[in-house]
């Protein structure tokens, strides 16, 4: 799904909670050890409040976000903080359901015009507050790289499913 990047990115405030979370390979088989812990921060979006985190974590992720250049990785950076705070509020209405991926847990993206995408995970809740991880970054010119270790998907099928070349 391809989204614009023109919505105004939602007023936020940022909170160290000291909280973490721990992440095994069952949860995501991309990881390069059995578990990794993840270290949360509060996010209060208006009257809404989720706890984030980010993992991207293997070799092939970590080259696709690494590649982004600065203006790319700010537009990845506001498209996920947009989206984040409609899902404090109990909306996805632009972000799209991977149903393919190797992840025992829901994986999702977003993506804009100019062909950034941003993979996210839901992890339940803590003290009643969502808790979503970022898994993935790109471009698209990245994206068939990153499905490759998101998806159970060969590239053929990938092609097809996400109109990627």
Same mark, same amino acid.
């Given at each position: 799904?391809?989204?614009?990047?023109?919505?105004?990115? *939602?007023?936020?405030?940022?909170?160290?909670?000291? !909280?973490?979370?721990?992440?095994?390979?069952?949860?995501?088989?991309?990881?390069?050890?059995?578990?990794? @812990?993840?270290?949360?921060?509060?996010?209060?979006?208006?009257?809404?409040?989720?706890?984030?985190?980010?993992?991207?974590?293997?070799? *092939?992720?970590? @080259?696709?976000?690494?590649?982004?250049?600065? !203006?790319?990785? @700010?537009? *990845?950076?506001?498209?996920?903080?947009?989206?984040? =705070?409609?899902?404090? @509020?109990?909306?996805?209405?632009?972000?799209?359901?991977?149903?393919?991926?190797?992840? =025992?847990?829901?994986?999702?993206?977003?993506?804009?015009?100019?062909?950034?995408?941003?993979?996210?995970?839901?992890?339940?809740?803590?003290?009643?507050?969502?808790?979503?991880?970022?898994? *993935?970054?790109?471009?698209?010119?990245?994206?068939?790289?990153?499905?490759?270790?998101?998806?159970?998907?060969? !590239?053929? !099928?990938?092609?097809?499913?996400?109109?990627?070349?």
């Amino acid at each position: 799904m391809v989204v614009n990047t023109e919505v105004a990115v *939602a007023s936020r405030e940022v909170v160290n909670t000291g !909280r973490k979370i721990t992440i095994n390979k069952a949860e995501l088989p991309w990881l390069p050890t059995q578990t990794q @812990e993840v270290p949360l921060v509060g996010i209060r979006f208006g009257g809404s409040e989720l706890l984030f985190g980010s993992t991207i974590s293997n070799k *092939a992720l970590i @080259e696709a976000a690494s590649s982004l250049n600065p !203006r790319n990785s @700010e537009i *990845a950076n506001n498209l996920l903080y947009t989206h984040l =705070s409609q899902y404090a @509020e109990g909306r996805l209405p632009h972000a799209k359901f991977m149903d393919d991926s190797k992840s =025992s847990k829901p994986v999702f993206y977003i993506g804009n015009k100019s062909g950034i995408r941003v993979y996210f995970m839901r992890f339940g809740k803590i003290e009643d507050k969502p808790v979503v991880i970022k898994v *993935a970054v790109c471009d698209k010119s990245r994206q068939l790289e990153v499905l490759e270790q998101l998806t159970t998907n060969d !590239r053929k !099928r990938l092609k097809a499913a996400y109109g990627v070349s």
